[in-house]
């Protein structure tokens, strides 16, 4: 919220009268007709912001004070230009009177002006009347005037046609295509003057011109780019500087929705190759249109680029200069070669010398990956081996350059913009999840929306097993990532200090197995490891450790998004060795209360849902479930996820579900389920724990008595047990239940029960109802009244 001191000026900005107003619009005037504007006239530019901006109604200024503070957008002050523009955008533009560009006075225009005008353009027509004056002013300049006239065309233009790309016709797109031509190819190759103000023939003895040089300090031999430098630069030198920063947005812009896939289509690799080397010559290539023609001298800048990119830079900006603009040609190569089939073959060799440069440096991971999306575009064309590239990005990457948000954030954005492409063209690409799941376990909240898109593509039949053991993994993993960093960092051993004994244990060779396993690049070496609750008492300190808590937050989303994949490519099998999974590793798990609670809270749902879909499932891993659930242990330890195993067991353990369900087996199930319920409702809970759920206690007795509705001969012995709950809990609380509204709702649960189960065929029809009951589709059954119904009232409802 605001201070106590700017909400008294909010206050007063809100209250002022129209008359005061009016008084410090003439004073505001007056100021501004002086020929040095102070410290006064930027305060009341300011304080005239705040009074515009502070009301929600709109105010329209006098004609004489928006006139000067249009002209102030082309002050030399760039703070008086903010502010007009700022104070402008709060007012509604008089008749007539919005700031209007032609060719006399377009070289005003600068950022502030074009935002102004951008934000007050009402129709298309307005943003075409400024794209034509612009382009006229390309077209037919002026020969005298400032030389920085044509400086903020480009900008502004590329701004304009952010907002709008259709503003431009076809005549107008070959004019700025053949502009760009010229400013990157022929642009100076000689130094410009330092202020460029005095003209080209003041002093001419002053100095003679200078050729322009490279990053490494020698005298360029070709023609510039923007990696050229010098003490000054001349107009167009600037321009070509511009016409780089806006070509790869002008390529996407216009020559990709304007080129046709016919042409690449009809071309063949033969005739391909044919067509660049015409075209490799600049004699020919003045021939070409002028958007092939613009193709061609880009290609020709970006590989001037790749070169200058190899000279050792004597600045380290300058070196990080070379790296942003060897990304940009790439992008811009892999641009062309996407409108024009025929370059990939030229600029392969390129491509791979620049990866075969790079790879080894880790400081260029940000330019290598334009580099693969090269490969991934344009790979299968040429014929050419891939593998080298994706064990760098997927493998290299990951492993050690986790801790890079930037890195992380462009490979992620990599990966979903072209995961269609990847799961296609890169099938290696799975075995890598390990490896990539580490930017997940470092930094969680910044890269979770990144990972809710891509797990569905690393879900397989092959790698769903260890993927779901991976994912519970992930804390550990966090702390583990944490324990590498920091054992390269701090001493081995600390005299006098208390050392972290899971760094220890990192650095113990004994323990170094189970770590190397959390760290592994690639899958496919096992799906989990034996010594887990071993593993978890190592990291026991890391459980507070903040990244290691917002790593497990995340897993519970991910496990939802894992097993809705997963349902749609597993086969019966799979599933099955997937709930077994999840009854393993609910026991296995780092100590995190809040997670472990979480996850069991996962696992009860989408076991509902597995067992829904594949009731078989329940029969298949029958001894597995009825060990977890003859475990009182897990009454206590367990209560979401044993309620739902136990209702699972009493809903599809039955001939109707599975025909293999005997009645022996029934049997079993019904004893072990019996001494659970008998040894928790006849003794107090272990030291330490709670009274067991009244949930839990009703789903047990439920599940008794469907059971026992399937095979009449043990219902008797539910019935007895019913009937003692029933004499226990009339002698008032018990030891096992310690809320006496929950008792009384476990009692009547009981009676009720106990009643149903005395016709027993009613029992089976009310506890295990047949599917026509569970899912009716009356709606749909002309045998009924209820749809002629649903049709009158339809006719009625809706006119005709």
């Not at 065309?153 to 760009?180: G, R, W, Y």
């Not at 958007?291 to 290609?299: N, P, Q, S, T």
């Not at 063209?425 to 990972?451: E, G, H, I, M």
Request: charged share 20%; hydrophobic share 40%; proline share 5%.
């Amino acid at each position: 919220m605001y201070s106590h001191g700017s909400e008294s000026l909010i206050k007063q900005a809100r209250e002022i009268q129209e008359s005061e107003l009016q008084k410090f619009y003439s004073r505001l005037v007056k100021l501004l007709q002086g020929k040095e504007l102070g410290h006064d006239a930027v305060d009341s530019l300011q304080r005239l912001h705040l009074i515009l901006s502070a009301t929600k109604y709109t105010r329209t200024l006098p004609l004489e004070l928006q006139k000067k503070l249009v002209a102030l957008l082309s002050s030399p002050a760039e703070q008086l230009q903010v502010l007009s523009s700022a104070v402008l955008r709060e007012t509604l533009p008089l008749s007539g009177q919005q700031p209007n560009y032609n060719q006399e006075n377009i070289s005003q225009l600068n950022s502030h002006a074009t935002g102004l005008l951008l934000s007050q353009a009402g129709s298309k027509a307005d943003l075409s009347f400024l794209c034509t004056q612009l382009l006229r002013n390309l077209e037919s300049r002026p020969s005298e005037g400032p030389a920085h006239s044509l400086m903020y065309t480009l900008p502004i233009l590329n701004n304009i046609l952010t907002h709008s790309p259709d503003c431009l016709n076809e005549d107008q797109m070959t004019l700025v295509s053949k502009k760009l031509v010229d400013w990157l190819r022929y642009a100076s190759i000689m130094q410009g003057g330092g202020a460029s103000s005095g003209g080209f023939f003041t002093g001419p003895r002053s100095r003679q011109p200078v050729p322009i040089a490279e990053l490494d300090g020698t005298v360029s031999g070709d023609f510039f780019t923007v990696l050229c430098v010098g003490q000054g630069f001349t107009e167009d030198q600037w321009m070509n500087v511009y016409s780089f920063s806006m070509l790869r947005h002008w390529l996407l812009t216009y020559h990709s929705s304007c080129s046709t896939t016919g042409e690449a289509d009809d071309r063949s690799e033969v005739d391909g190759s044919v067509v660049s080397m015409v075209s490799a010559t600049s004699s020919s290539s003045r021939l070409l249109p002028p958007k092939e023609r613009l193709r061609e001298k880009a290609f020709q800048y970006c590989q001037r680029l790749i070169e200058q990119s190899d000279r050792k830079a004597h600045k380290k900006t300058d070196t990080e200069l070379q790296k942003m603009c060897l990304v940009e040609a790439v992008c811009i190569l892999d641009c062309v070669c996407v409108e024009d089939m025929s370059l990939v073959y030229r600029t392969f060799p390129c491509i791979k010398a620049l990866f075969g440069r790079l790879s080894s440096d880790l400081s260029y991971a940000r330019v290598l990956l334009p580099v693969a999306q090269f490969y991934l575009n344009h790979g299968e064309m040429a014929a050419v081996d891939c593998e080298s590239v994706w064990k760098v990005v997927f493998g290299r990457f990951p492993a050690e350059l986790f801790n890079d948000p930037f890195l992380a954030h462009e490979l992620l954005r990599f990966l979903r913009l072209n995961q269609e492409s990847i799961e296609l063209r890169v099938p290696q690409y799975l075995r890598y999840f390990p490896n990539l799941l580490k930017f997940l376990a470092w930094d969680s909240p910044a890269v979770v929306d990144d990972f809710v898109d891509l797990l569905p593509s690393m879900v397989t039949a092959g790698t769903a097993v260890e993927l779901l053991h991976t994912l519970l993994d992930l804390p550990c993993l966090s702390a583990t990532l944490v324990l590498q960093l920091r054992s390269t960092c701090l001493p081995i051993s600390e005299p006098g200090g208390r050392g972290l004994m899971s760094l220890d244990a990192f650095r113990n060779s004994s323990f170094r197995g189970l770590f190397l396993f959390l760290l592994r690049g690639e899958a496919g070496s096992g799906d989990t490891i034996d010594r887990l609750s071993t593993l978890h008492e190592l990291l026991s300190e890391a459980v507070d450790w903040p990244r290691v808590i917002h790593c497990a937050r995340t897993v519970p989303v991910l496990l939802h998004v894992f097993f809705n994949t997963v349902i749609t490519v597993a086969d019966e099998k799979l599933l099955a060795h997937l709930i077994l999974v999840m009854l393993e590793r609910s026991s296995l798990l780092i100590n995190i209360p809040a997670y472990i609670k979480e996850i069991h809270r996962v696992f009860s749902c989408h076991l509902l849902r597995l067992c829904k879909l594949h009731p078989s499932l329940v029969m298949n891993q029958s001894h597995e479930m009825l060990e977890f659930a003859g475990s009182t242990a897990n009454v206590y330890s367990k209560e979401e996820l044993y309620t739902h195993v136990v209702w699972v067991l009493g809903e599809y353990l039955s001939v109707s579900c599975d025909s293999r369900c005997s009645v022996s087996l029934i049997t079993s199930c019904f004893e072990a389920l019996e001494a659970v319920l008998f040894e928790i409702t006849s003794s107090a809970p272990p030291p330490g724990s709670v009274c067991p759920a009244p949930k839990v206690i009703n789903t047990l007795m439920s599940a008794l008595a469907k059971l026992a509705s399937r095979s009449h001969d043990l219902i008797p012995r539910v019935s007895l047990f019913l009937s003692k709950l029933r004499t226990v809990t009339r002698g008032g609380s018990v030891a096992w239940c310690s809320d006496e509204e929950d008792l009384i709702a476990i009692v009547t649960r009981g009676e009720e029960l106990w009643s149903l189960l005395k016709a027993p065929g009613v029992a089976q029809s009310v506890l295990t109802p047949p599917p026509h009951v569970i899912t009716p589709q009356w709606h749909r059954d002309t045998n009924v009244a209820l749809p002629l119904q649903l049709r009158a009232l339809t006719s009625l409802t809706h006119s005709q």
